[in-house]
């Protein structure tokens, strides 16, 4: 069951910034974030009322917040260093911030066997790769690794917060509700403070009206991931969820590749190929 939801996890959150990246070609960024998680947070709202989940609502809920904070963060450090480039280098550097929900499994006392260790390093590699990293070429700034490394970190925490944030299906509903409320909080006001800088929310031609379905989208998908991640992590090893839930650049490649008929590089390939062995490493160990 984890290798299953985990997979399924990878899956989904490959899709959304799959669908996340084409739509930030004509909207900004922040515009596409704050909307696509508006949406989830209204659905989502509306699913918490039909089960009662408010009834689930403790401490735990803490966790979901945190979550929501660092969120916003991180995706807007991804953004900035994608932007400084090279993204050869970007993309795959920011598969490091899977050693934060790994490292949490490995201090609460989970000890994976060595088909289990041997799985993780294959998968992790095989992602890295699958990023077609830029080993030649234009030089990379220390702010791009910087801001790569915090994204990847703040992805890997989320992870890991969200984790904690329910223990059941109905607590579960209400967690990513604070979370995508959250979410939708801080990067308003990230939105705000950049128009304020003089920098723009909508396309020239006004807000996408027709964009509408792909941003519902994005912010469904998104959180249907988050929704998987925590089933997978709460009914196995949170060290195999985690190493599998960040299959997601490779799904993100190849919806690349048959729907805008980009072509792998041999990198890539190979990447996808190790990624799927380490798959099975883990899923058979």
Not at 82 to 93: C, I, N, R, T
Not at 188 to 197: C, K, M
Request: proline letters at 5%.
């Amino acid at each position: 069951m984890t290798a299953l939801f985990a997979l399924a996890t990878s899956l989904l959150w490959g899709l959304a910034d799959f669908g996340g990246g084409l739509l930030t070609r004509r909207t900004p960024a922040l515009t596409v974030v704050v909307v696509s998680q508006l949406i989830a947070a209204v659905v989502l709202g509306a699913v918490v009322v039909a089960t009662g989940g408010w009834s689930e609502a403790g401490p735990r809920l803490w966790f979901a917040v945190a979550a929501g904070l660092v969120g916003p963060v991180a995706l807007l450090c991804f953004y900035k260093a994608l932007a400084l480039g090279p993204m050869g280098v970007v993309s795959p550097l920011g598969t490091v911030g899977v050693a934060v929900p790994v490292g949490v499994g490995l201090l609460l006392g989970e000890r994976p066997g060595l088909m289990q260790f041997a799985g993780i390093a294959v998968a992790v590699l095989g992602v890295a790769l699958a990023g077609g990293p830029q080993l030649r070429g234009a030089p990379v700034q220390r702010q791009a690794i910087l801001l790569t490394l915090i994204a990847a970190f703040g992805f890997g925490t989320v992870f890991a917060l969200i984790a904690e944030a329910s223990t059941t299906v109905t607590g579960l509903f209400l967690a990513l509700f604070v979370q995508r409320v959250v979410n939708v909080a801080a990067g308003g006001l990230a939105l705000y403070a950049s128009v304020r800088r003089g920098g723009t929310a909508l396309p020239v031609a006004g807000f996408p009206w027709h964009s509408l379905p792909a941003l519902a989208f994005v912010g469904l998908a998104d959180v249907a991931a988050n929704g998987t991640y925590v089933v997978a992590a709460q009914h196995g090893p949170v060290t195999v969820a985690a190493v599998l839930a960040s299959l997601y650049p490779v799904v993100t490649a190849l919806a690349a590749r048959g729907f805008l008929s980009e072509r792998l590089r041999a990198v890539q390939a190979a990447g996808a190929g190790l990624a799927l062995m380490g798959t099975l490493l883990l899923a058979t160990g």
